[in-house]
């Protein structure tokens, strides 16, 4: 099953995406800049491999619902979030109001 449903962040709306897997879901919040994602998300290829592309994306683990996620402090981010003042250990809704 699929949910999408917007997230209004600071006077902006984001779209916030659950997918379930079996076993797993999916979640990710994103804007027209960059996106917030669970635990599947794999920062370091992001910043390694796919360094040129400078995707803003930030990382929370343990978390099972796209309102934990919004909540959750991120555990990593990427080079080109941290140039938007995005770093480990912001909440996510903190994160997408940088990325608006």
Known sequence: MIRMIPVEVDGGTAIGVEVKLPKTTLLSVSTEKGYIMCGALDVGLLNEKLKERGIIA???????????????????????????GIVPGMKGMDALARML
């Open 58 to 84: 930030g990382r929370a683990v343990g978390v099972r619902t796209l309102e934990e996620l919004l909540d959750a402090p991120l555990e990593s981010v990427t080079t080109a979030a941290e140039a938007l």
